[in-house]
């Protein structure tokens, strides 16, 4: 699965965007979440915060109940801040 | 006429404006905001912005309201023109416009944009003062705005 971070994540992730190998019980945005903080050190302090972090799916907002299965890209942001 | 363009170059509000009613007369008001960057905030002077934004959902998610916006108000025409890259104060950051017959859809419409592009449309600033660089946090009130605008609200949070 392709995840994209921006501002702030995509700093402490490291990178702005990786291909991910997701296990079968990751099934949603909160799942994901979950599982990218268990990634290591940089993930644990990039999601340490997760009812913060807003998520799209193929460039549309979702709800961390969003089913993951059909996304051909997930998207991780902090509240957006432009205008 | 492209409604929506994000840009790293600067942004020209007046000839922005002079696009939306060229070589028409049916147009009775229009409504410009331009959101431009200030030298200070509270914790001090700023150097420059840093604009990130999220190409496609932010072109996409932009239209989307405008297209809501349309759904809302007899609209004539929408412009909104987003800054991204490096910005320093006294540039604008983004323009936003409304037309339409009469004055009081171009307003509301204009407002409605810019709450929903506040609080929903892929950007994030990075603000550089006395040195250093950090991320602007989201604000509370620019939620609160945002929300008058659902369906079933309030219309106007003094009411």
Known sequence: ?83 | MMQVRITDQPIDPAAETVALTRGRSDVGALVAFSGICRDSEDSGKITSLTLEHYPGMAEAEISRHIEEAKARWPLLGARIVHRVGRIVPGEVIVFAACTSKHRMAAFEAAEFLMDFLKTRAPFWKKVESAGAENWVEAKEKDDNAAARWERGAKRKAAE
């Open chain 1, 1 to 83: 699965m392709k995840i994209l971070y921006f501002a702030w994540l995509r700093e402490r992730v490291g990178k702005a965007e990786e291909d991910v190998e997701l296990p079968a019980s990751v099934k949603t945005v909160a799942d994901l979440l979950r599982f990218l903080t268990g990634r290591g050190e940089e993930y644990a302090h990039a999601f340490e915060n997760a009812k913060v972090i807003r998520a799209a799916i193929d460039k549309v907002h979702v709800k961390p109940d969003a089913p993951i299965a059909n996304a051909r890209e997930i998207a991780l942001f902090p509240p957006m801040t432009g205008g």
